[in-house]
């Protein structure tokens, strides 16, 4: 391969300790020409839902190439390390459903196969950092062409792969029930909610919804733009990848609708 693939690379590692610096370590040993891109690890420790949707809404922002994901609370069990080949790119990390919607995003996984080949192994005498010992030099050898997906291990049906099941939204008559999927730093919350799910309520932009979370009722209007609303005030929007959010401007929605992320919430037209 004259060119080596980029590897993206997102964890729940943090940054206090030295895991993503090792990993970095050990792709750069391996694969000095291979860059990597940090798309975040800050992901909440073990949160695998967090990290699959964090996964699929950078993905298409992301350079082909390979995307190495490890949130991985089953390490050290008989949950499976694997990559797969998608026409993005190649994805490697635990088969805990943390791939799943991103690779579904770019067209989905044509061929998987398990992390079993012991010379792209690091020996070890923990089995507690498969990011380390199994993930990273499965990413560097895919990135820099040292080997072959075949070559990783023992090919398994792509549709065999843990699916990550995602809440879709229910869209009655006056009002939509949704979860919020994420809080950002800045407390916005996004929803599994589209535009066209509250459109369907006979809603559109410029005018005000009700936001209901349990006992509590709120009210927000429908905005391009946090510059739409005047400081402190509570307002819904299209986020950047397409989904609605709630959010105050230049406060947390998140602390404005009592509302964290797995939280239920209903939509109603006023």
Known sequence: MSDPLPISFLSDFGLDDEFVGVV??????IAPDVRVIDVTHGIARGDVRAGSLALMRAIQYLPEGVALAVVDPGVGTDRRAIAAETP???????DNGLLSPAAAIVGGSVRAVTLENPELILPSSGATFDGRDRFAPAAAVLASGQASLDELGSVIPPDDLTPMVLPLPAVGESSVEGEAWWVDTFG?????????????LGVSEGQNVDVIVGPLKRRATWVRSYGDVEPGTPLLHVDSTGMLAL?????????FFVLRAGGQVVLRKP
Do not use: C, K, M, T
Request: net charge negative; hydrophobic share 35%; aromatic share 8%.
């Open 188 to 200: 916005n919350v996004q929803l599994n909610v589209g535009p066209d799910d509250l459109r369907e």
């Open 24 to 29: 970095h370590g050990v792709i750069a040993r």
């Open 88 to 94: 993005w790119g190649y994805f490697v990390g635990p």
């Open 247 to 255: 959010a105050v401007r230049g406060g947390s929605g998140a602390d």
